[in-house]
């Protein structure tokens, strides 16, 4: 969900319109009041979260909802904070050169526009993601600071200025996996998305899977719930994957009996493999179903 601004250009949500989520992207109050701060600030929104909750998804709603081109950076171990400005590719120069062709007379044939380049060149406000931005180096962030705040930078090989013509919405995501610097953090607006409730977690499944039988709904939530909640778990199961679950359950033509445990409330669920991802969770609740039935009889 989220912004910035450039030469001539209009700050934060001025011509935009409130972000309100979409009928396919179920946004919280607390979420829509910080995509719309981050907007009216003109700041980027550093989004953190569990993994599978919408982090990425965001910026493409806020894009959609507001009728914004969206560029998106996805970044790496190896991404460098120039590769979202641009790359100049010498050695292809010299290759052209070393052939005699006449592209290699003008040195802004190698140059490589980066995401950050594309969306300053917009004609309207666009959004930008720079996605999982802790997965970078750690000097990654401070790299960026002086772009995101003046909206512009400098290309050396052209001795030229790109400045935005329209202040981004700027969405980051974060995963935790690193600390990032302080000098970044107060330039941005900070949301963390919390894991969504029961009554939240039906409106996203009903978003994704509108005329789901009631039943299957109420039974496939406890089901998913119960084993977010089973202690020992190495990885709890993500809203993505229960919705991959439900697809596949629907897909099966599962009632919904075939999720009530019959024998232990501690079964490995039908079609586990949606929601558990590693042979020591499913060994866990193999464990579970054992020792209950012993305890029972």
Not at 224 to 240: A, D, H, M, Y
Request: glycine residues 6%.
């Amino acid at each position: 969900m989220n912004p910035e601004a450039g030469e001539g250009a209009a700050v934060g949500a001025g011509a935009g319109g409130r972000f309100r989520g979409t009928e396919r992207y179920v946004a919280t109050a607390e979420l829509e009041m910080a995509v719309n701060a981050a907007i009216v600030l003109a700041r980027p929104l550093l989004i953190k979260g569990e993994p599978g909750t919408g982090k990425t998804l965001l910026a493409a709603e806020i894009a959609r909802s507001l009728d914004k081109p969206l560029y998106e950076w996805h970044v790496k171990s190896t991404t460098k904070a120039q590769h979202g400005l641009y790359e100049y590719d010498a050695v292809a120069r010299l290759r052209d050169s070393q052939l005699g062709d006449a592209r290699a007379a003008d040195i802004r044939n190698y140059i490589v526009k980066g995401t950050l380049w594309e969306a300053f060149e917009s004609d309207v406000q666009p959004v930008v993601l720079i996605d999982e931005i802790d997965k970078a180096d750690i000097e990654f962030p401070n790299d960026l600071l002086r772009e995101l705040d003046r909206m512009e930078f400098y290309v050396h090989e052209t001795r030229t200025t790109v400045r935005a013509r329209h202040r981004p919405v700027i969405v980051i995501t974060s995963n935790d996996e690193k600390e990032l610097p302080d000098a970044f953090l107060r330039r941005c607006f900070f949301h963390y998305i919390r894991f969504p409730d029961e009554e939240t977690m039906t409106r996203i499944v009903e978003a994704h899977h509108p005329g789901l039988k009631r039943e299957l709904l109420r039974e496939a939530l406890a089901t998913f719930f119960r084993i977010r909640e089973t202690p020992g778990l190495n990885k709890q199961p993500s809203t993505s994957e229960l919705l991959d679950w439900i697809k596949l359950l629907v897909a099966e033509d599962l009632p919904p009996e075939a999720l009530r445990a019959t024998e232990s409330k501690s079964l490995v669920p039908p079609l586990y493999g949606a929601l558990l991802k590693n042979e020591q969770d499913v060994h866990l609740f193999e464990q579970l179903a054992f020792l209950d039935r012993r305890t029972s009889r």
